[in-house]
């Protein structure tokens, strides 16, 4: 079975700095990967994902994230922070055969300070 | 307006008491979710569903119980609510089986049990 780690709990970052989350995966092949974002009182949003192919991949609101096979990672990174960033991030993995469930790490939140 | 609802928001009862939380969606997507959120535990997945009628455990269903009788609906009931079911709960739903396929999660339900 698949697993996530998030080894941040928390982090805070000033708004303009450059911010980068980490998530390790642990599976036996190249899973589908995923970050989500939780604003206070909603529910999960999808940020990006990564199925195949280029390693670095682009998704909402500046953000992107790059696989790295080797580490078994997949951190989530974007150039300058804003203040409505501020919000907590989760990594997630499904195995790439037939149907997977999502297993989901347990979060980091970000904190911006002015 | 397109999405996925649930209701209530936000509920308190007793223990011993059954609650029941609702989960509709406007996409006609065939997956639902049930999700918990628990501090330091990110989301487990309690219950999920790959169409009407079809339903299966994920990680912490004990004290559960879900129905599917429409696509739309996927409702969650504890049948004899306890204080460790205090939580927030998510549903999400997606469109197809395949595992690449992200999920739209909904607002959540904020349930405390007294």
């Known amino acids: 079975a698949q697993s996530v780690t998030q080894p941040d709990i928390h982090i805070t970052v000033s708004e303009g700095a450059s911010l980068e989350l980490r998530c390790n995966y642990s599976?036996?092949?190249?899973?589908?990967l995923f970050w989500y974002v939780q604003s206070p009182g909603q529910g999960l949003q999808l940020l990006l994902k990564?199925?195949?192919?280029?390693?670095l991949v682009q998704g909402i609101k500046g953000f992107e994230a790059e696989f790295k096979r080797s580490q078994s990672s997949f951190n989530l990174r974007k150039p300058s922070v804003h203040w409505s960033d501020a919000a907590e991030y989760f990594c997630?993995?499904?195995?790439?055969?037939?149907?997977?469930?999502?297993?989901f790490g347990k979060g980091t939140m970000l904190l911006v300070s002015p | 307006d397109a999405g996925i609802t649930q209701s209530p928001r936000y509920k308190i009862t007793e223990t011993g008491r059954q609650v029941t939380l609702m989960c509709h969606q406007t996409?006609?997507?065939?997956?639902m979710f049930w999700y918990r959120q628990d501090l330091g535990h990110g989301l487990r997945l309690i219950y999920y569903?790959?169409?009407?009628?079809?339903?299966d455990k994920g990680e912490v269903p004990d004290g559960y119980v879900v129905s599917r009788s429409k696509t739309e609906n996927f409702p969650l009931t504890l049948e004899s609510a306890t204080r460790s079911q205090t939580s927030v709960y998510f549903c999400?739903?997606?469109?197809?089986?395949?595992?690449?396929?992200?999920?739209?999660f909904g607002d959540g339900t904020r349930l405390s049990i007294l």
């Open positions: 999400a739903s997606s469109g197809t089986g395949d595992s690449n396929q992200p999920q739209h």
């Open positions: 996409w006609s997507h065939s997956y």
């Open positions: 990564y199925f195949s192919g280029d390693t």
């Open positions: 599976y036996g092949a190249t899973p589908y």
């Open positions: 569903s790959a169409a009407a009628d079809i339903t």
């Open positions: 997630a993995v499904a195995a790439n055969s037939g149907y997977s469930t999502l297993t």
